[in-house]
């Protein structure tokens, strides 16, 4: 069994093998289009989308269903291609999926077979490492997401904020240069939706691994982003970009200050009229 000491060592000497790479998460995005194609028909979902993330930044893409947020995210992850335009992470192109990008759906994905800790080692097992390195990390991550106790339990025991836990931890235990997460609170009820808010700024604050979030929630996108990227339809495309420029550390009393409120007008007012 391994000691809490030798966890934390494996996890420090993880992150300090990472840090000696001089690039760590930056995307950038230039003139991307995405264009879906029928026999009779054409359909342009994302039109000249430019955008920069820098590395450790928090960014989430807001706007109405149907806007392509979820397609362009698709397209960061690998999962979908694109038409035209330039895809690139840290320099290097994106092409398909990798483990430098890990990624969070608001479905629950994880393995029902396997245990929660099962889970958030399948990725570090994949890879090869080690039992014991393996169990280092995974007590790591249970302990940052509060679920010591439920290391053995499998997935139908766990309540949907819960699950999600697992799912972050399971993301960000291979040690992901981006974290990426579609609409993944969007189906939690709205205490465990604001405690899963703070736990995610939590972890990212620990972490600073790059995050590239997408909701429709406009309280959402203020509470958690360093910068909100607002979208508008037919086709998707950015119309406007906000700097949140509210305290580092945010508790729910942040919902109440004027400047979360203006911009959450601001916010109400461009999606209403785009």
């Known amino acids: 069994m391994q000691t809490t000491s030798e966890a934390v060592a494996v996890v420090n000497e993880q992150r300090s093998q990472e840090s000696t790479s001089a690039d760590r998460g930056r995307i950038d995005i230039q003139n991307l289009q995405k264009v879906y194609e029928s026999r009779t028909s054409q359909f342009q979902a994302l039109k000249d989308i430019n955008l920069t993330i820098g590395e ?3 960014v989430t893409i807001l706007g109405p269903s149907g806007c392509g947020k979820s397609t362009l995210l698709r397209i960061v992850a690998g999962l979908e291609d694109l038409t035209s335009g330039e895809l690139t992470l840290d320099g290097e192109d994106i092409i398909g999926p990798g483990a ?4 969070v ?10 245990t929660v800790r099962e889970n958030i080692e399948y990725g570090l097992k994949l890879k090869g490492v080690p039992t014991l390195a393996r169990r280092g990390i995974s007590s790591h991550w249970l302990r940052i997401i509060r679920l010591e106790k439920f290391a053995s339990s499998y997935p139908k025991q766990l309540s ?7 799912a972050i931890a399971r993301a960000l235990a291979n040690r992901p240069k981006v974290l990426l997460m579609d609409e993944p609170f969007g189906a ?3 205490q465990t939706k ?28 203020i509470f958690l ?3 909100i990227v607002v979208m508008g339809a037919h086709p998707g495309r950015i119309i406007r970009e906000f700097r949140v420029d509210l305290p580092t550390e945010r508790t729910a009393d942040v919902r109440e200050l004027p400047a979360f409120l203006q911009m959450k007008r601001e916010l109400a007012q461009l999606l209403k009229h785009d």
């Open 105 to 114: 759906f608001q479905g629950y994905t994880l393995f029902p077979w396997l």
């Open 100 to 103: 430098e990008r890990g990624m």
């Open 194 to 221: 604001v405690e899963m808010q703070e736990m995610l700024l939590e972890v990212w604050e620990k972490e600073k691994t790059t995050v590239l979030f997408i909701t429709h929630d406009i309280d959402e996108a």
């Open 160 to 166: 949907g904020g819960m699950k999600q836990r697992v």
């Open 56 to 58: 450790n930044e928090f």
């Open 188 to 190: 939690l009820d709205a």
């Open 225 to 227: 982003s360093q910068r």
